[in-house]
């Protein structure tokens, strides 16, 4: 059985070697998780549009 690390290292090398470097660096950064709150800043957007702007 592998260990969480083995797993990260041999799936990471698999999107490397299935993707490339840079375009595995961009699939993986579709994960990270941001440090704002998304949620109260949407509802600060979302205020500000009207209809038409829709």
């Known amino acids: 059985m592998l260990?969480?690390?083995?797993?990260?290292?041999?799936?990471?090398?698999?999107?490397?070697?299935?993707?490339?470097?840079?375009?595995?660096?961009?699939f993986m950064r579709q994960f990270e998780n941001g440090s704002d709150d998304y949620t109260q800043e949407r509802h600060q957007w979302?205020?500000?549009?009207t209809l038409e702007d829709i």
Do not use: H, M, V
Request: zero cysteines; a neutral charge; proline letters at 4%.
């Open 3 to 26: 260990t969480p690390l083995e797993i990260n290292r041999k799936g990471f090398q698999a999107l490397i070697n299935s993707l490339g470097y840079g375009d595995a660096i961009r």
């Open 46 to 49: 979302l205020e500000q549009l």
